[in-house]
């Protein structure tokens, strides 16, 4: 691996050219005539020359580096986010220079102001889905600028955020299509954008068959406690239900425990449905409960595939929805042949 | 935020010097008097100056880019790693370029001579902690590697990860500390490089309090249902066991079931310590189950830490083992007044 790197000069001698056009042809920067042009590309792919990065950055006055802004303390839905932008940027030999900072206008000028002096060639700003809308920082920068996991203020700048509409309408199109008609929503806080979108997806997913709701939207927080207390409040209630449609995988398998120690047979006499496809973050082997993938990583790709075309103008200004994946499993569709116990497989989320 | 950014020649100028010798002074490069250097300095603090990206490239050659290598799909151990380590290079300012490989040879030349290419100043190579030992690419670069949550196979490499012996000491001592005499270790595979450091110090903590463990060490996977499985076997065994310490939450969450399923009070018959602080991972109110925080953020910053100061000399060949932190929770020394149910609380992991 230690060989020396092919310089420019050596393809410029092969393709009997100097090193000035060549540097122009390969670093980008000035005329050159067609012929010479594809005769000094031709040399520099054969000899897998790759331009050094001084030579780029003299010859064009980029910067080859992308800032990316997050919060504080990134959620496990930012970290993949990043992680996905970031492996796009690398294909594409980006560079980024995160920022991590409290989501504050203060904060937000001092990282506006390190990024032009860094002279950044675009900006990501990754929110974390619950922080809604995320400040505009566009107009303090002349580079590009796209939104990621949350919605700019701004509607003039470009925003990639999950379709949480999409995830309403696939998790109850689910549950119909599997015949199932008396469906409850056990929701996470109803400050979040979140919780709305998923709600208004379902809403008129049902509207569309003609269906609603067995009982109202029941709102709580995020996690596998509110599960358990929604679960056992709806059984204390007599509320007639064969399917639950919960805000995610956390307050799905609190549903999942308590309605089973009632005795309810998942998913035969109800079915469950979750929401961020938890056991995938976890890299935990395929799990129980069926689960909407909100698919953070993708997310952060088209944000970045987003930011390297937005100087061809072909990226609309708004918001840019992504879609999301029914992930199925057990606890809609009931065990697979072979597969775990009932018991062990649930626990694994 | 959109003011004009202050120039070098502004600097300059309000210093009395040519453009020149501030640049020498505030991008690095030149030999200028005391006084002078000195007076440059304080104009450019109290205009806020920073010198541009280009400007410093030019005079320094250095790219501020430091070239990040991870696997293919980072597990959720890698990506606090990641996030640490940037944050930390941001704040120096420096840039990292992200590939995202499959860990063979092949890959890794190629991220070689495109780190090369693009002149990097530094490399960090993550593991996923499982991977052992990573390979080294540390001679096929001019520029300092460092390794992170794993261990690179040439002892002359700086590598950082965590101190598995640690976690095995802070969890024992801590049951021992608690008057625990009959302890059970449920481990992970025994393939695993932290299984064993873990096991490690475990043995060597018990042998120190002339105690030794009540049963064979139980190895595994990683799951809550192999948790569910080896808690299982020892109460059909009929093993007499006061504590319990598990490869990680996952793991205890499943022996917590258990045995309350049997019966059993936790802690007051047994108590139970897992490993990685699973709930601040998912960023869930703190968690049931005492465990021991491998503090992967804090090893990514202290591995960011080596490498900028690698060029000081200062930085010693070999492994850094980062220090644990024992998180104490409920499952060892019982419900604090005023929080919530025994029930909902351990359901939060």
Known sequence: MSEKPVSLSDVASLAGVSVSTASKVLNGGGRVSAETRRRIEEVAARLDFRPNALARFFATGKSQ???????????????????????????????????????????????VRKLRARQVDGVIVIGDSLEWPLHSITHSLSVPVVYALGVSEDPQDVSVTPDGRMVGRLAVQHLLDLGRRKIVHIAGPTRDL????????????????????????????WTRGWGIRAASRLLEQGTAFDAVFCGNDQIATGVHMTLRAAG???????????????????????????????????????????????GTGTVEPGVHYQPCALVVGESTTGARPGSATDEERYLEI
Not at 201 to 214: C, I, K, S, V
Not at 270 to 279: E, F, K, M
């Open 65 to 111: 580096t992308i800032g990316v802004l997050t919060s504080k303390a990134p959620s496990m839905f930012a970290l993949p986010v990043l992680l996905g932008a970031q492996s796009a940027l690398g294909r594409s030999e980006m560079a980024t220079l995160l920022y991590s900072v409290p989501y504050d206008l203060q904060s937000l000028g001092d990282a």
């Open 194 to 221: 979140a919780t709305n979108e998923r709600a208004e997806g379902m809403t008129r997913t049902l509207a569309q068959a003609g269906e609603r709701l067995a009982a109202d939207v029941m709102y709580g927080d």
């Open 264 to 310: 309810l047979r998942i998913p035969e006499d109800v079915a469950i449905v979750g929401v961020d496809n938890l056991s995938s973050l976890l890299l935990q082997p395929d799990g129980f409960i069926t689960t909407v993938d909100t698919r953070m990583a993708a997310l952060g790709e088209a944000a970045a595939r987003c930011l390297l075309e937005a």
